[in-house]
């Protein structure tokens, strides 16, 4: 109950194309859903957060969709660039078990010129 | 704002060693600070949540008496891997957890890649 379940694995887009990456959770205590970007031999940056009282989030080019009732989250990031080819990583807290975050697998985004 | 760091970025030791791995929170203060453990390809492996002033709590299945924390003070917690193995070669990272915002966020660190010879 307390995975979360990420895909796809890996993602090929063109540049200005969009990316898509999907998340599920099974536990509907979590009450913090944030998405990391992880460049090879760094550590993850936190790139954007969202909370379940709303159902999406935007930032620049980025944007979380929440859908509480499928228990479901997914970044979109529009106008990809080859510069986003990274890991990205979904996560989920509760807050009441001291933020301890839930990672998903990763997916392996790569942006084509 | 918001910047964790890790020293050092990168050791190499030789087998039965000890490795000590420190993270700072440089602009803010953390009560709670988080241990990582990732291989090639991985997502991260949660090892131990440390708060300050009092002892780690440790995921399921990582040693205690292998990974050593300590979190001393607000900004600074340290691990040690003692008697170091070439199987716990890994890339260690670290996150902290900031008081001055949101309580869920955690600013990770840069990492440490530990290779045991």
């Known amino acids: 109950q307390q995975q979360v379940k990420q895909s796809p694995q890996s993602l090929i887009v063109q540049k200005g194309g969009i990316s898509i990456i999907n998340c599920a959770y099974e536990?509907?205590?979590?009450?913090?859903f944030p998405w990391y970007q992880q460049f090879p031999g760094k550590g993850p940056a936190l790139l954007i957060a969202?909370?379940?009282?709303?159902s999406e989030k935007k930032e620049g080019r980025f944007t979380i969709s929440f859908n509480k009732s499928a228990k479901q989250f997914s970044l979109h990031i529009m106008d990809s660039q080859p510069g986003d080819s990274a890991t990205y990583f979904c996560?989920?807290?509760?807050?009441?078990?001291?933020?301890?975050?839930?990672f998903g697998q990763g997916t392996e985004l790569s942006v084509k010129p | 704002g918001a910047v964790v760091s890790q020293h050092p970025s990168r050791v190499i030791c030789k087998s039965g060693t000890s490795v000590k791995i420190e993270c700072r929170s440089l602009?803010?203060?953390?009560?709670?600070m988080f241990w990582y453990r990732q291989f090639p390809k991985q997502s991260l492996m949660l090892m131990a949540t440390?708060?300050?002033?009092?002892?780690?709590?440790?995921e399921q299945g990582v040693e205690k008496d292998k990974f050593l924390i300590n979190h001393a003070s607000l900004t600074l917690s340290t691990l040690t891997v003692t008697s170091a193995h070439p199987e716990d070669s890994s890339f260690y990272i670290c996150?902290?957890?900031?008081?001055?915002?949101?309580?869920?966020?955690?600013?990770f660190g840069p990492g440490t890649r530990l290779t045991v010879l």
């Open positions: 996150s902290a957890r900031g008081t001055h915002e949101s309580t869920d966020t955690q600013y």
């Open positions: 536990n509907t205590a979590f009450d913090y």
């Open positions: 969202i909370r379940p009282d709303v």
């Open positions: 996560a989920a807290s509760r807050y009441n078990q001291g933020g301890k975050l839930i």
């Open positions: 602009d803010f203060q953390a009560t709670t």
């Open positions: 440390s708060n300050e002033g009092s002892k780690a709590t440790y």
